[in-house]
């Protein structure tokens, strides 16, 4: 699944002085080194998705009006399975694999997504015309407990865990105008978090499992982002949102209730209690739409350089910054991802960030639970830090991550992927374990048709501090597991 080739007479799909694709699809999951936040300047036609469900609609009118407007649909079905070492502790509402992301619970046949694109891309090979596109992505299955955002059917996950459930981690519209430098691209509405190797749809992964380093960064975000395409090496992005997985309207001011003798509360995530005869307790209250500290105006800045050759790629971004108050998910983000192409059949992608949270509730604190934004009452809401200090009632948490991937390409169906890398969760309050860990795997991406591939692998995880792997009771983990991905 690709762009067409250019055939005699078509318009080209490619400004011819810009740097070539670095790579194909397939059997990689994509063509242009990844960013986020805009289609490829330069780089991107209409209608440049070949889906066997718009070939199925063409001969209709539907499928008439459809590409007479360059919109397409389309999409996959994404099923997966694992078998792992671990296990689940009953009465946990985390499965053993955890931190492990995208397969939580170990040893389950499970229905990772299945996504439905509704999409018009702008033609921004073309220099003469504004052109505009759109993008709404619904998708359902287990991949939706890392795509939520507060505020957005996410009781699916915030109250009742469910292990599969819906979400649209894209909804925006994009305008493209070409005559600022080589293009600028605006897009507004909900748009993937920018930085990163990895995404969250299927399609767009080296591996089916899922990197630490992509499973606790940002994820989604709502605003209006800026991409100015300077040179053909050089391009900067500037945006403005709300804040990280959170929506506007979470700003509201709700009053946080007393709890009465006999309701259920929780201190920590997944461990309840009852208040006792005779006592109220304040500021206990199940999360209803109080404040949240990490909706304000966050500002994104990114620049990205590739060579000539499109051997080399840099991508630098401070994500989602603004004055870092404890929040649902209000995650300051600082990360560089690089790319360097050896030649056509291997590459090597690497990725590092620092993220950190001001005034992070401490659990080891004795004021601990005596916030008015008790996120923590969520069934899987934000974990608080483990401070140095029991005294203070408040940190900062922090976190650092470096990531690896070599890719070999051996024939023009197949690639193996390795992953290397290193998760430091300094004070805990991401994988609610104040440890670091290492992670490698080794997967094999098959496509038998470019309709469906299959990504068999192998991945071993390490706790290095203390045992925080099958609910805190390993150090160590294997997990195998694959996917299929039947595009239609």
């Given at each position: 699944m690709g762009a067409p080739a250019d055939v005699p007479g078509a318009p080209p799909s490619r400004r011819a002085y810009f740097p070539p694709a670095p790579e194909t699809t397939g059997p990689y999951p994509f063509t242009e080194w990844p960013f986020g936040g805009a289609n490829p300047?330069?780089?991107?036609?209409?209608?440049?998705?070949?889906?066997?469900?718009?070939?199925?609609?063409?001969?209709?009118?539907?499928?008439?009006?459809?590409?007479?407007?360059?919109?397409?649909?389309?999409?996959?079905?994404?099923?997966?399975?694992?078998?792992?070492?671990?296990?689940?502790?009953?009465?946990?509402?985390?499965?053993?694999?955890?931190?492990?992301?995208?397969?939580?619970?170990p040893n389950v046949l499970q229905l990772d997504q299945i996504v439905t694109i509704?999409?018009?891309?702008?033609?921004?090979?073309?220099?003469?015309?504004?052109?505009?596109?759109?993008?709404?992505?619904?998708?359902?299955?287990?991949?939706?407990?890392?795509?939520?955002?507060?505020?957005?059917?996410?009781?699916?996950l915030?109250?009742?865990?469910?292990?599969?459930?819906?979400?649209?981690?894209?909804?925006?519209?994009?305008?493209?105008?070409?005559?600022?430098?080589?293009?600028?691209?605006?897009?507004?509405?909900?748009?993937?978090?920018v930085p990163d190797i990895e995404a969250q749809l299927a399609p767009n992964n080296y591996m089916y499992s899922h990197s630490m380093t992509y499973a606790f960064d940002n994820y989604t975000n709502q605003g209006l982002i800026a991409t100015l395409q300077?040179?053909?090496?050089?391009?900067?992005?500037?945006?403005?949102?709300v804040g990280t997985d959170t929506s506007v309207w979470n700003?509201?001011?709700?009053?946080?209730?007393?709890?009465?003798?006999?309701?259920?509360?929780?201190?920590?995530?997944?461990?309840?209690?009852?208040?006792?005869?005779?006592?109220?307790?304040?500021?206990?209250?199940?999360?209803?739409?109080?404040?949240?500290?990490?909706?304000?105006p966050s500002a994104t800045g990114c620049i990205r350089y590739q060579s000539d050759s499109a051997y080399d790629a840099v991508y630098s971004c401070a994500?989602?910054?603004?004055?870092?108050?404890?929040?649902?998910?209000?995650?300051?983000?600082?990360?560089?991802?690089?790319?360097?192409?050896?030649?056509?059949?291997?590459?090597?992608?690497?990725?590092?960030?620092?993220?950190?949270?001001?005034?992070?509730?401490?659990?080891?604190s004795p004021f601990y639970g005596?916030?008015?934004?008790?996120?923590?009452n969520l069934v899987n809401g934000p974990n608080p830090a483990q401070c140095t200090s029991s005294l203070n009632p408040t940190c900062t948490s922090r976190e650092w991550s470096l990531l690896t991937y070599l890719n070999w390409k051996f024939s023009p169906q197949d690639n193996i992927s390795w992953r290397a890398e290193y998760f430091n969760d300094i004070t805990g309050q991401r994988t609610g374990f104040k440890t670091s860990y290492f992670n490698y795997a080794m997967g094999w991406q098959h496509w038998f048709m470019p309709t469906i591939t299959?990504?068999?692998?192998?991945?071993?995880?390490?706790?290095?501090?203390?045992?925080?792997?099958?609910?805190?009771?390993?150090?160590?983990?294997?997990?195998?597991?694959?996917?299929?991905?039947?595009?239609?």
């Open positions: 300047v330069g780089a991107t036609i209409p209608s440049s998705v070949d889906s066997p469900l718009m070939t199925a609609l063409a001969p209709t009118a539907i499928g008439g009006w459809l590409n007479d407007n360059h919109i397409q649909i389309y999409g996959w079905i994404n099923p997966g399975f694992n078998v792992s070492n671990t296990h689940t502790l009953p009465g946990q509402i985390t499965g053993g694999n955890f931190p492990a992301a995208y397969s939580y619970v509704f999409e018009r891309l702008p033609d921004t090979v073309q220099q003469d015309h504004w052109d505009w596109g759109f993008r709404f992505s619904p998708l359902f299955g287990e991949t939706y407990r890392y795509t939520t955002a507060n505020g957005i059917f996410s009781d699916q915030q109250k009742w865990n469910k292990f599969a459930g819906y979400d649209a981690p894209m909804i925006y519209g994009e305008l493209y105008i070409p005559q600022v430098m080589e293009g600028l691209m605006l897009r507004l509405g909900r748009y993937i978090s300077l040179t053909k090496n050089w391009m900067v992005q500037g945006a403005i949102a700003a509201r001011n709700t009053n946080v209730a007393a709890l009465p003798a006999g309701a259920p509360y929780s201190l920590l995530p997944g461990v309840w209690a009852t208040v006792p005869a005779g006592i109220w307790m304040a500021g206990q209250a199940a999360y209803s739409g109080q404040t949240d500290p990490g909706v304000k994500n989602s910054i603004n004055n870092g108050a404890f929040g649902y998910n209000n995650l300051n983000q600082y990360t560089t991802t690089f790319y360097h192409k050896f030649n056509d059949d291997w590459h090597i992608s690497f990725e590092g960030w620092q993220m950190h949270e001001y005034n992070t509730p401490n659990a080891a005596a916030s008015p934004y008790m996120f923590f299959i990504r068999p692998e192998v991945a071993f995880y390490n706790s290095l501090k203390t045992p925080a792997l099958s609910n805190g009771t390993q150090s160590h983990a294997t997990i195998f597991s694959a996917d299929l991905i039947w595009h239609y």
